[in-house]
């Protein structure tokens, strides 16, 4: 009783507390999606401050297009921000959302009232769900906002764009004699800037200077050294060889360009990166020294590339078939566009760090076009190729003709005053143009290792063929991936450079690599780079996996175990499909696909196999039960129709066979279930053969069953037990019939058992005088009539003939009747 008495009292208890928990519990909810809408509303205001502060600084660098893309980059960013901030309340609104579904609609006038407590729930639930919705309207403005800025940056930058290019200047000032004291005024400020900092290193920078001098070089002798004795065979030219391939021809001259280009680069930005890190370098003079590091990579790299696809020394490893002389001169002059490009990029930065006047900045550009214009009809008016008599040709007419419409286009333009269009033409003439032939040699290159057997023509495949133990097939194989790394290295290099020249800023690269790598929209569908990436990395990670589980599976656990060969293949086979699928899905949910969205891809796969598909589904559910039930295994023989042989090879959707022809059958498992199947080894291969043997009439047939007997008995194959026997079968129509029957503990031994049966029984019979009959075979000998020719005579001989006769039995007639005799008639059959 007293037992029932506390348990009231308890239950009185929670009964009076629940209402207080739930309104504890509510309070709870409540004051944390408050924190969480003032956490989100105190984000959104910040970001509108610095909206706020971008758009007035767009304003004031609108005719900065680096500072335009560095506004672009944040606005982008804070888009990201104000976008995170929307979503960060899905959760809570899916939440309330599910929440007001199960509370329902507040009752209808003249139904019961609901309880306080449901009433006060769905109202604060409303009143958080509209605090929250106005936060994400608010994000969604500000992201609106901040799209309509992005907009606005990229049409000033089309519109300066537009405006460099199309900008007339007055040549009048430019080449005026005032030019000449304003360049002398420039050079000597210059001069005494670069003597200052000298004076200033030496003097407290000594040390400094010295190390990081040392740094570098120490760094550049490891790059050359290093790459000479790596990597000297793969760019440098072999004199000895007197008829290269084209293959190596291509690579030699690639990769000489590539590679040295890059060891400078490294060794020119070691150099400005270790100056930077012991605080020796100026402003200026660090802007100075950047331009400067840029223009001898771009002439290095110009004059790396013509002299790799000329060779002026070495005409059997030339690209372009032009002589020894034309070759040299082409090299000077498109090493000296290089030189005029790049020293008028270099005062040209000069110029702007100094404030220089403009008459100055369009004299230099002037000049510098003007001499690009005039190369570049140079090199199309020489003449490269001698013909057979001796006379020399020039170039093909369209390249020809090209190269003097954008030299003469050049020269025209700076002559109108269109100062930036011919920069921009003389600047993409020679450093685009280095880039694009550099990429297409690349490309060339790699589609040459791609054919077959090109790789293995090359000085590394030739190395690991001697090396190693790769055979042909292999070296294609990696000849495929090296072909494929070229190709991907070459965009990742020669495009963005590409784009950098074409008017793009580094931002504007990193913006696009960012949207690459985190997701491209199309339409309704994300693309991530990344994410595929994942996918692919951890599908191959899960596939080595499965291989080695398998290897490790079958060579130490099973084989260890002895278990049966049939039986570690099928569980080798299971396992590895099983991983394979495996490692699929995790690297299908890796690269960020929802499976839940192939539900209609499943819909048509299904559909396709009620029509299509039939076949195939029939034979990979036929492979699972063959592989489940094992009713034969690898190595068994078996009888399936008129194919017989040795199982190879079961897979889930058919079977290999391999006959004693030395054929490979490739047999759909559903054939192997629906129909018959005769396997000899199914258990063992235990198994009896039978000999027929056939002995002549009047024979000593119980001698004969002895001699049979005693062979089959003699036989070091033939089992004891069971034991062989002789059996008289029947009485043939030429020979008594006999047939013997052993067994064998290898039914696969039974043709040569049954060989050398055949051979003994000769043998035997041949010493006991046993006749073994044959059957006799007539002999047709068929009668030949000499052929008459069908005409007119043969008709009149016959019609003679026959006259004759009746002549002669008429007379014949007539000689028995002068006689008296009577003429007889013939018996009867």
């Given at each position: 009783m007293l037992f029932r008495l506390l348990r009231f009292v308890l239950v009185l208890a929670i009964v009076a507390s629940a209402p207080l928990s739930l309104d504890a519990a509510a309070q709870g909810l409540d004051q944390a999606a408050s924190g969480m809408v003032a956490d989100q509303q105190k984000i959104l205001q910040d970001l509108?401050?610095?909206?706020?502060?971008?758009?007035?600084?767009?304003?004031?660098?609108?005719?900065?297009?680096?500072?335009?893309?560095?506004?672009?980059?944040?606005?982008?960013?804070?888009?990201?921000?104000?976008?995170?901030s929307a979503l960060a309340f899905r959760p809570r609104l899916s939440e309330i959302n599910a929440r007001l579904d199960q509370l329902g609609a507040p009752p209808a006038a003249g139904q019961p009232p609901e309880p306080d407590i449901v009433t006060s729930e769905r109202q604060a639930l409303a009143s958080e769900k509209a605090e929250i919705n106005a936060v994400i309207a608010e994000a969604q403005n500000l992201s609106i906002r901040i799209s309509g800025l992005i907009a606005k940056i990229g049409n000033m930058r089309s519109e300066l764009f537009r405006n460099l290019l199309t900008k007339r200047y007055v040549l009048s000032d430019a080449l005026s004699p005032e030019v000449i004291s304003d360049a002398n005024g420039e050079f000597t400020g210059f001069y005494k800037a670069v003597s200052s900092w000298l004076a200033f290193a030496f003097k407290f920078k000594f040390q400094a200077v010295l190390a990081a001098t040392l740094t570098a070089l120490s760094l550049a002798a490891v790059l050359f050294v290093g790459g000479r004795r790596l990597f000297g065979r793969v760019f440098e030219a072999d004199p000895s060889v007197e008829d290269p391939s084209y293959l190596s021809r291509l690579s030699v001259a690639f990769w000489s360009t590539l590679l040295p280009t890059l060891a400078v680069g490294v060794f020119l930005v070691s150099t400005v990166f270790f100056f930077n890190y012991y605080n020796v370098l100026r402003g200026d003079i660090g802007v100075f020294l950047n331009a400067l590091v840029g223009v001898i990579a771009v002439v290095f790299c110009v004059n790396r590339l013509a002299n790799a696809t000329l060779e002026p020394r070495l005409p059997n490893w030339r690209l372009i078939p032009v002589e020894s002389g034309p070759a040299r001169w082409l090299v000077r002059l498109t090493t000296a566009m290089a030189v005029v490009i790049g020293v008028n990029y270099f005062l040209s930065v000069v110029n702007d760090t100094m404030g220089s006047p403009l008459s100055l900045t369009i004299a230099r550009s002037f000049v510098a076009t003007v001499i690009v214009g005039i190369i570049l009809i140079l090199m199309a008016l020489l003449k490269p190729f001698k013909a057979t008599d001796g006379s020399w040709r020039p170039w093909p007419a369209w390249l020809r003709y090209t190269a003097?419409?954008?030299?003469?286009?050049?020269?025209?333009?700076?002559?109108?005053g269109y100062i930036g269009l011919a920069i921009f033409v003389s600047l993409q003439v020679v450093v685009t143009g280095t880039i694009l032939v550099t990429a297409y040699i690349g490309f060339l290159?790699?589609?040459?290792?791609?054919?077959?057997?090109?790789?293995?023509?090359?000085?590394?495949?030739?190395?690991?063929?001697?090396?190693?133990s790769y055979e042909e097939s292999a070296l294609d194989q990696l000849g495929l991936v090296v072909s494929v790394a070229i190709n991907l290295m070459i965009v990742l290099v020669f495009l963005p450079l590409i784009l950098l020249m074409w008017g793009f800023q580094p931002g504007d690269i990193e913006a696009w690599g960012y949207k690459l790598a985190t997701g491209l929209?199309?339409?309704?569908?994300?693309?991530s780079v990344t994410g595929i990436l994942t996918g692919i990395v951890v599908f191959i990670i899960g596939y080595f996996l499965t291989r080695w589980f398998q290897g490790w599976l079958d060579g130490s656990v099973m084989a260890r175990g002895k278990v049966d060969t049939g039986v570690r293949n099928s569980i080798r086979l299971a396992v590895g499909y099983a991983g394979v699928a495996l490692a699929a899905l995790v690297g299908v949910s890796a690269a960020g696909i929802d499976l839940s969205n192939l539900a209609l891809v499943a819909g048509a796969l299904s559909l396709g196999i009620g029509f299509g598909l039939q076949n195939v589904v029939s034979n990979f559910v036929s492979g699972l039960i063959l592989l489940a039930e094992r009713p034969f295994k690898v190595g068994d023989w078996i009888v399936a129709g008129e194919i017989s042989g040795t199982v190879k090879k079961i897979s889930v959707r058919a079977t290999e066979i391999e006959t004693f022809q030395r054929q490979s059958v490739i047999l759909p498992n559903s054939n192997l279930i629906n129909n018959a199947v005769g396997n000899w080894t199914h258990r063992n291969k235990l198994g009896r053969i039978d000999i027929k043997v056939g002995v002549a009439y009047g024979s000593d047939v119980k001698q004969a069953h002895a001699v049979l007997l005693e062979i089959a008995r003699g036989h070091p194959l033939v089992l004891k037990n069971p034991e062989p026997f002789v059996l008289f079968t029947n009485f043939g129509a030429a020979a008594l019939e006999f047939e013997i029957r052993v067994f064998l503990a290898d039914v696969m031994n039974g043709n040569i058992v049954q060989n050398d049966i055949r051979f003994a029984v000769l043998d035997e019979f041949?010493?006991?005088?046993?006749?073994?009959?044959?059957a006799p075979r007539a002999v047709v000998e068929t009668k030949t009539h000499e052929a008459w020719p069908i005409d007119d005579d043969k008709i009149e001989v016959d019609f003679a003939e026959q006259e004759q006769a009746k002549a002669e039995a008429v007379a014949e007639t007539k000689r028995l009747a002068r006689s008296g005799r009577r003429i007889r008639k013939p018996d009867p059959d």
């Amino acid at each position: 009783m007293l037992f029932r008495l506390l348990r009231f009292v308890l239950v009185l208890a929670i009964v009076a507390s629940a209402p207080l928990s739930l309104d504890a519990a509510a309070q709870g909810l409540d004051q944390a999606a408050s924190g969480m809408v003032a956490d989100q509303q105190k984000i959104l205001q910040d970001l509108t401050t610095r909206t706020d502060n971008l758009e007035k600084k767009i304003q004031e660098d609108g005719d900065d297009d680096a500072s335009l893309v560095d506004i672009r980059l944040q606005l982008e960013e804070m888009s990201r921000g104000a976008l995170d901030s929307a979503l960060a309340f899905r959760p809570r609104l899916s939440e309330i959302n599910a929440r007001l579904d199960q509370l329902g609609a507040p009752p209808a006038a003249g139904q019961p009232p609901e309880p306080d407590i449901v009433t006060s729930e769905r109202q604060a639930l409303a009143s958080e769900k509209a605090e929250i919705n106005a936060v994400i309207a608010e994000a969604q403005n500000l992201s609106i906002r901040i799209s309509g800025l992005i907009a606005k940056i990229g049409n000033m930058r089309s519109e300066l764009f537009r405006n460099l290019l199309t900008k007339r200047y007055v040549l009048s000032d430019a080449l005026s004699p005032e030019v000449i004291s304003d360049a002398n005024g420039e050079f000597t400020g210059f001069y005494k800037a670069v003597s200052s900092w000298l004076a200033f290193a030496f003097k407290f920078k000594f040390q400094a200077v010295l190390a990081a001098t040392l740094t570098a070089l120490s760094l550049a002798a490891v790059l050359f050294v290093g790459g000479r004795r790596l990597f000297g065979r793969v760019f440098e030219a072999d004199p000895s060889v007197e008829d290269p391939s084209y293959l190596s021809r291509l690579s030699v001259a690639f990769w000489s360009t590539l590679l040295p280009t890059l060891a400078v680069g490294v060794f020119l930005v070691s150099t400005v990166f270790f100056f930077n890190y012991y605080n020796v370098l100026r402003g200026d003079i660090g802007v100075f020294l950047n331009a400067l590091v840029g223009v001898i990579a771009v002439v290095f790299c110009v004059n790396r590339l013509a002299n790799a696809t000329l060779e002026p020394r070495l005409p059997n490893w030339r690209l372009i078939p032009v002589e020894s002389g034309p070759a040299r001169w082409l090299v000077r002059l498109t090493t000296a566009m290089a030189v005029v490009i790049g020293v008028n990029y270099f005062l040209s930065v000069v110029n702007d760090t100094m404030g220089s006047p403009l008459s100055l900045t369009i004299a230099r550009s002037f000049v510098a076009t003007v001499i690009v214009g005039i190369i570049l009809i140079l090199m199309a008016l020489l003449k490269p190729f001698k013909a057979t008599d001796g006379s020399w040709r020039p170039w093909p007419a369209w390249l020809r003709y090209t190269a003097v419409a954008i030299g003469l286009f050049t020269i025209a333009t700076a002559l109108l005053g269109y100062i930036g269009l011919a920069i921009f033409v003389s600047l993409q003439v020679v450093v685009t143009g280095t880039i694009l032939v550099t990429a297409y040699i690349g490309f060339l290159s790699a589609r040459a290792i791609s054919e077959e057997g090109g790789f293995a023509n090359t000085s590394i495949g030739r190395w690991l063929s001697t090396n190693s133990s790769y055979e042909e097939s292999a070296l294609d194989q990696l000849g495929l991936v090296v072909s494929v790394a070229i190709n991907l290295m070459i965009v990742l290099v020669f495009l963005p450079l590409i784009l950098l020249m074409w008017g793009f800023q580094p931002g504007d690269i990193e913006a696009w690599g960012y949207k690459l790598a985190t997701g491209l929209t199309v339409g309704s569908v994300t693309i991530s780079v990344t994410g595929i990436l994942t996918g692919i990395v951890v599908f191959i990670i899960g596939y080595f996996l499965t291989r080695w589980f398998q290897g490790w599976l079958d060579g130490s656990v099973m084989a260890r175990g002895k278990v049966d060969t049939g039986v570690r293949n099928s569980i080798r086979l299971a396992v590895g499909y099983a991983g394979v699928a495996l490692a699929a899905l995790v690297g299908v949910s890796a690269a960020g696909i929802d499976l839940s969205n192939l539900a209609l891809v499943a819909g048509a796969l299904s559909l396709g196999i009620g029509f299509g598909l039939q076949n195939v589904v029939s034979n990979f559910v036929s492979g699972l039960i063959l592989l489940a039930e094992r009713p034969f295994k690898v190595g068994d023989w078996i009888v399936a129709g008129e194919i017989s042989g040795t199982v190879k090879k079961i897979s889930v959707r058919a079977t290999e066979i391999e006959t004693f022809q030395r054929q490979s059958v490739i047999l759909p498992n559903s054939n192997l279930i629906n129909n018959a199947v005769g396997n000899w080894t199914h258990r063992n291969k235990l198994g009896r053969i039978d000999i027929k043997v056939g002995v002549a009439y009047g024979s000593d047939v119980k001698q004969a069953h002895a001699v049979l007997l005693e062979i089959a008995r003699g036989h070091p194959l033939v089992l004891k037990n069971p034991e062989p026997f002789v059996l008289f079968t029947n009485f043939g129509a030429a020979a008594l019939e006999f047939e013997i029957r052993v067994f064998l503990a290898d039914v696969m031994n039974g043709n040569i058992v049954q060989n050398d049966i055949r051979f003994a029984v000769l043998d035997e019979f041949a010493d006991q005088h046993i006749e073994i009959p044959s059957a006799p075979r007539a002999v047709v000998e068929t009668k030949t009539h000499e052929a008459w020719p069908i005409d007119d005579d043969k008709i009149e001989v016959d019609f003679a003939e026959q006259e004759q006769a009746k002549a002669e039995a008429v007379a014949e007639t007539k000689r028995l009747a002068r006689s008296g005799r009577r003429i007889r008639k013939p018996d009867p059959d």
